[in-house]
């Protein structure tokens, strides 16, 4: 039996290399183990992509010019850069031993000795051995930091430029026109090609000696670059938040923390929203008062205008004719063939103010998974018809909102160019993958591909500051947030969430996109209801005339008599 079995895995799995199997598996169990008790792993943060993204666009998730850590890292098509990458080895380790530190050490003492913790940052299981691991992520190391070095330049540091000339066309110091520089730009941010940032650290140290000096430069190397990298350029240094360099787990993680503010659920919010509660309910009293005024003023002209026409409804309504219509059966009458076409517009005509009511009862849990039509929002160009005003926003997320007394959508200005797509598809896969609170930025993207449908609503917004399009027209830039509409999963995101709520709300409750709507849907959706009305007109206008027939109109109406000549 176990012949058999074994015949039938080493047939269905010819490539399998049991020996290599069981070596690994020892070391992985038993050496590993011994050697590094006290060795504290580190949480996965470097993911595969996941396949239903994957599928949608590969080219934005996989690597095209460089590989950076073990995924693609024996690509044949992305080899050539080996030579770079040792290059950059090389230089740095010049550099090592000026402070008396061979390389050969750098990588035998320090990185092999924590390599379960390297390990332990990838979600895939990694085959190779300790020392090739080792190897590779001292030489790629070396690379990134040759590579980020020019961004430090940007913010100040003075910093030794590469010379060599086999580099030159890679690092770009003047500000990213060399397309060799994009390339690789577009490649150290995906997901499925990232270091890390410990290691990064680790080999920072020994160049510089002192690890407070070497994280100051880390820092400043990250934030020059992530200002290239960011979308949202008007974020300023200033506003960038300071997170320590312990807690960031790799390139791609410190951007994502930079763009999506950090959610809370702290008893300190709650306190100030039950502040900001009081501050509204404060208006709310006197706009009530106000209201409750003109309420009284216009009651009482209505009552002067209405009083002397009281006595003609009076007639009105005890007259033979008024007498037989409420006597009619209208429950029978409405389910007649032509009476019956009539009765669903009309009701949902006088309702839908009460379904908006029942719609946001809908959505009033917090934690409740959101429908498909809670994303449906407006275009650009239909919130500009309603009423709608835009205006840009200096930062980033955070900034979006509604305000329901100017009627201003507030977005944060974001900068489209030929990376852009390929570092907001990794930040929500990324995103989607790290599971650990809600999808922010996967909900922003959703927002922009809502109100984003043709190269108009790109227009708009370029025009009032939101959009900086680079690309080469606004089709692209339309077709870019519309190609960003899949996601693994439906997340709240409570400011979000509350925007796009008010902005539907204040765009439902137009009167001209009610009868809109209402035309849509119940004229010039159908030919046959246009039809009905005109038999239904026709048929009144007989009756009226058959009724003035029998009955004295200009007496009943109070109506002057038409004397012919």
């Known amino acids: 039996m176990s012949n058999s079995l074994k015949r039938v895995t080493s047939s269905n799995t010819p490539s399998f290399d049991e020996q290599k199997w069981v070596i690994n598996i020892r070391r992985i169990l038993v050496e590993e183990e011994l050697e590094n008790d006290n060795e504290v792993e580190a949480p996965v943060s470097i993911f595969n992509v996941p396949k239903t993204l ?203 923390r930079i763009l999506v503010p950090k959610l809370q659920n702290s008893p300190s919010m709650d306190h100030i929203e039950d502040g900001d509660h009081d501050g509204d309910e404060k208006e709310k009293c006197n706009s009530n008062d106000e209201y409750s005024s003109y309420m009284q003023q216009f009651l009482s002209f209505s009552w002067k205008v209405t009083k002397g026409s009281i006595p003609l409804i009076k007639k009105l309504l005890l007259s033979k004719p008024f007498k037989l219509m409420f006597k009619l059966p209208w429950a029978v009458i409405s389910k007649l063939p032509v009476f019956s076409l009539l009765k669903t517009p009309v009701e949902n005509m006088f309702s839908s103010e009460n379904g908006d009511g029942k719609e946001e009862n809908k959505t009033s849990d917090p934690y409740k998974p959101p429908l498909v039509e809670e994303i449906t929002i407006p275009s650009v160009a239909e919130l500009v018809k309603s009423g709608v005003k835009f205006s840009a926003t200096t930062g980033n997320i955070s900034t979006i909102s509604f305000d329901v007394k100017s009627f201003t959508f507030y977005l944060p200005s974001v900068s489209l160019d030929v990376n852009t797509e390929v570092i907001l598809r990794n930040l929500v896969a990324y995103e989607t993958s790290n599971g650990l609170g809600p999808l922010t930025l996967t909900r922003y993207t959703e927002l922009m591909n809502g109100i984003i449908d043709t190269e108009e609503d790109v227009k708009l917004l370029r025009e009032k500051g939101i959009m900086l399009n680079h690309l080469k027209n606004d089709k692209e830039a339309a077709d870019l947030f519309n190609g960003m509409s899949k996601s693994i999963k439906m997340s709240k995101v409570p400011f979000l969430d509350k925007t796009i709520e008010d902005v539907n709300k204040f765009y439902n409750g137009r009167w001209r996109v009610k009868l809109e709507r209402y035309a849509k849907r119940y004229v010039y959706g159908s030919w046959q209801i246009l039809t009905v009305l005109a038999c239904i007109i026709l048929l009144l206008l007989m009756t009226l005339q058959a009724f003035c027939s029998v009955y004295s109109c200009s007496r009943i109406f109070r109506l002057p008599a038409v004397t012919s000549d």
């Open 54 to 256: 994957l599928l949608s666009d590969p080219d934005s998730y996989t690597p095209q010019e460089i590989s950076i850590g073990p995924y693609h890292y024996w690509r044949p098509e992305l080899y050539d850069m080996e030579r770079y990458k040792l290059a950059a080895a090389r230089r740095i380790g010049i550099k090592l031993l000026q402070n008396n530190v061979k390389f050969q050490t750098l990588v035998d003492d320090h990185l092999i000795k924590i390599m379960p913790r390297i390990r332990s940052c990838y979600h895939k299981f990694l085959s190779f051995s300790n020392e090739t691991l080792a190897w590779m992520m001292a030489i790629d190391s070396c690379f990134m930091l040759e590579f980020i070095r020019a961004y430090a330049l940007k913010e100040g540091v003075q910093f030794e430029r590469v010379s060599s000339s086999c580099m030159s066309h890679l690092i770009d110091y003047a500000g990213s026109t060399k397309s060799a520089h994009n390339a690789i730009l577009r490649d150290i941010v995906m997901l499925e090609n990232q270091l890390p940032l410990f290691v990064l650290r680790k080999v920072m140290h020994f160049e510089f000696l002192s690890l407070d000096e070497s994280d100051e430069m880390l820092t400043l190397m990250l934030i020059g670059l992530c200002k290239e990298l960011s979308p949202f350029k008007m974020m300023e240094k200033e506003n960038f938040p300071k997170i320590p360099m312990s807690e960031i787990n790799h390139l791609l993680d410190y951007l994502y």
